[in-house]
């Protein structure tokens, strides 16, 4: 069995990032036929997903992102390509978020 875990920190506050996670599991659905599960909390959301030799969970706070995730032996051997392709996606979801933060900090700032 192989073991992915990626931590990506952010800035969004946990409505914001919520609302990535949902894309997130969204696309893992239709892209990789995922199953997945999302549960809502007070301080943290948990998107549990599987599929046949991968199950997994992305834990969403206000600051971060983490994702762990459980490879069976056959796609094991690919491990490199499938965290390499997770982290493509989920840097890909947060860097198109990054510019509306930006905004609105700016709105915050001005007077």
Known sequence: MADIHIEREHTLGLAAARKLAWQWAEQAENEFDMSCTYEEGQKADEVQFTR??????????????????????L???????IESEIVKNLDTLLAAKKPAAKKAAAKKKAP
């Open 75 to 81: 796609l094991g051997a690919f491990k490199d390509r």
């Open 52 to 73: 046949s030799g991968v199950s997994g969970c992305l834990r969403v706070t206000d600051d971060r992102f983490v994702l762990d995730a459980r490879l069976g032996f």
